[in-house]
């Protein structure tokens, strides 16, 4: 039998608390197609503290010559006080002048086999490598089970799937939060700051008789965060309208051509505010008259009740007109708050403190469809099936789990933590809101499409892809370069691995996930797969799969979400809830303003979970950055590289237009943009 000499490099994670491990660690190392192994080999430095958190330990190892390892093989030997499981980044084998990574960035808790960092497909593998990685993929649908057959009672009842622990410390350890971020996360859970809140309340007067009195809500509890002007001019029609333009729901509106019945608004009610020799009807067919419009959502949601009482929470099915002027703004025109009745129609003529009002409730109603829709549904929830599916039917050696793993890992943890939170009834969320939000995503989900994130084509089906006819839409510019990016960059990578659409059709472990994700994950209580194929059979077909996933966990979610605090840290600016039902025209007063915006309870909760959503984590990775090495393809590589260097100048782009902008639009930058969901 030939020895020879291995030199191993083993990388004990940084990230994880419990990442070190007291086992005996032993390998077995496998050469070309597994027709001749090492058999298992302890690595141990005499007298030294191996495999502890964060340390990179050597190992000079004499062996049976195998050649440069196609897998290695992983096992502890645990001691007497039982399991001790090792969160291994990776090993690092070198011998005769070749080397190669094995990179695992994963808990070993028994046993594991990993391959070279050479991502390939699994068609292309010999048949020990087949095997292998069927073994691979069996193994961790055990680990990651679906939740089984729900009930109406339950948080997931008529939602997309997701596993079956129901809390973050029950979860699979792939999926729990690394050390530092959990950390960040329990210092700013909510629940805690919540009781805190209300004990203030208890203790301390907080008496809000004017407007001015909720900076103090803020100033109290949440001082740390330094105060930007962007909702300074929030009782203004131009700046709300440019809140509703580019704020945090910037999708919620579409190009009016023609106006809903139950929308009563007429020609002479907003001829002042179009200016002379035109009208509604003119402005359409110019393509400068917008709505928002989700009456027929609204209306179907449960309120919620204020906190311990029976007194309903209230959120209008308002109806909003909006106009690009003269002067290039996006102001509101007309406002209805009970579609169908004028009684409750209102424009900038009526009496200040009636619009004023009008555009109360009417961003009361957008916060509703801003944390329901948006954020939680359209970014959090319907993305959860994806990722859940990309541990159990992929390989760590598939391309596609390499790629897809840093946009879509941490989507399950933050999900399970804030089930509770923000569905379960009388959670903080539905103390703080107008609307129920179980019912509110069951809605949503039933008419989901898995198309409703390629967010070109939504820009292009509401008519808000033109800057001609409607400027300023910094969201639209912005998204829209990231993915042109982004579609560049996936594109390559995926014909670099698929040469043909033959490749993708046979790729069973691409087949595997794809019906799981239909079947299981969204289809899995009434068939409907929500436009997700069983079966993807085209490079375009994957190209757009992988695109539309990672733009949502990257770019989108960074629109949506970090933004809250500063709409929604002054109060007035965007009511989570009212305490009074709309006013008819001519009822409103400044003490009837007073008595329907939130009061010290509901305001400091509005205002603490905005400030928790909006938190970066200080381990936060944004776009571009990739600190876990599982591609070592020299090609990926460069088009990593390539990558990073357009984003750059993307991102110089926006700063230079910001520079001119009396309210710089900076949630898109990328060096502000996480890789996933994480919040």
Request: net charge negative.
């Amino acid at each position: 039998m030939r020895e020879t000499t291995y030199k191993v490099i083993v990388k004990t994670s940084s990230a994880y608390a419990g990442a070190a491990t007291n086992a005996t660690v032993s390998f077995n190392l496998f050469g070309e197609n597994g027709n001749d192994s090492t058999g298992f080999i302890a690595l141990d430095n005499f007298w030294a503290n191996d495999f502890e958190k964060g340390e990179v330990d050597e190992f000079e190892i004499k062996a049976k010559n195998v050649g440069l390892p196609s897998v290695v093989h992983i096992k502890l030997i645990h001691g007497w006080l039982g399991k001790d499981a090792w969160f291994c980044d990776y090993f690092q084998i070198e011998t005769n002048g070749q080397k190669s990574l094995y990179p695992i960035y994963d808990w070993i808790e028994d046993e594991l086999s990993v391959t070279r960092s050479e991502a390939t497909l699994p068609q292309d593998s010999s048949s020990f490598l087949r095997q292998m990685r069927h073994n691979e993929v069996e193994n961790n649908k055990q680990k990651y089970e679906w939740i089984p057959n729900l009930t109406k009672k339950d948080l997931g009842w008529g939602l997309p799937r997701s596993l079956t622990q129901l809390n973050h410390d029950d979860l699979p350890p792939i999926f729990k939060r690394p050390e530092l971020r959990d950390q960040n996360f329990e210092q700013k859970k909510f629940e805690p700051k919540f009781d805190r809140i209300l004990s203030l309340i208890k203790t301390t007067l907080c008496p809000i008789t004017k407007l001015e009195d909720y900076h103090d809500l803020n100033r109290r509890e949440f001082s740390d965060r330094q105060r930007t002007n962007y909702a300074d001019d929030w009782d203004t029609d131009e700046g709300m309208g440019r809140q509703v333009l580019t704020g945090i729901n910037p999708l919620a509106f579409s190009q009016c051509h023609e106006l809903p019945t139950y929308f009563n608004v007429t020609n002479a009610d907003v001829a002042a505010t179009l200016g002379p020799n035109t009208s509604l009807e003119m402005e359409m067919k110019a393509g400068k008259i917008y709505i928002l419009d989700e009456k027929k959502f609204l209306e179907k949601l449960e309120r919620n009740l204020y906190f311990d009482t029976d007194q309903p929470l209230h959120c209008a099915n308002a109806v909003g007109l909006f106009h690009v002027n003269s002067k290039g703004n996006f102001v509101p025109i007309a406002i209805q708050l009970v579609p169908g009745d004028r009684d409750y129609l209102f424009t900038p003529a009526d009496s200040k403190d009636d619009w004023l009002l009008a555009k109360l409730y009417f961003r009361t109603a957008e916060c509703t469809l801003h944390e329901w829709d948006a954020h939680l549904f359209s970014t959090h929830i319907f993305v959860e099936p994806f990722a859940i599916s990309l541990f159990r039917c992929f390989s760590r050696c598939h391309p596609l789990y390499k790629l897809l793993r840093p946009h879509l890992q941490t989507v399950v943890a933050i999900n399970t933590e804030g089930r509770p939170t923000l569905i379960a009834p009388g959670s903080p969320a539905n103390k703080a809101i107008a609307t129920v939000s179980a019912g509110a995503l069951r809605i949503l989900f039933k008419e989901s499409m898995l198309d409703d994130l390629n967010i070109m084509k939504r820009l292009k089906k509401q008519a808000l892809d033109d800057p001609n006819t409607l400027p300023n839409f910094h969201y639209r510019d912005d998204a829209t370069a990231l993915w042109q990016i982004l579609e560049r960059h996936i594109s390559k990578m995926i014909r670099h691995f698929y040469k043909s659409d033959e490749d993708v059709c046979n790729d069973y472990e691409l087949q595997d996930y794809a019906n799981d994700v239909a079947h299981n994950g969204l289809g899995w209580q009434d068939g409907n797969t929500h436009g997700m194929s069983d079966e993807i059979t085209t490079i375009e077909q994957l190209v757009d799969l992988c695109q539309m996933l990672i733009f949502t966990c990257s770019v989108q979610h960074a629109a949506v979400n970090f933004g809250q605090y500063e709409t929604y840290r002054f109060v007035p600016n965007c009511p989570w809830a009212m305490r009074l039902p709309p006013h008819k025209k001519g009822e409103a007063t400044m003490q009837r303003i007073m008595d329907s915006l939130p009061d010290v309870k509901l305001g400091l909760a509005a205002i603490g979970f905005s400030y928790i959503l909006s938190s970066f984590s200080p381990d936060e990775r944004y776009l571009g950055d990739y600190p876990e090495h599982h591609f070592t393809d020299l090609e990926v590589t460069r088009m990593r590289e390539e990558y990073r260097s357009e984003l750059r100048e993307a991102e110089a782009k926006m700063k230079k237009r910001n520079e001119g902008l009396e309210h710089p639009y900076t949630w898109l930058l990328p060096d502000r943009v996480p890789n996933c969901i994480a919040i």
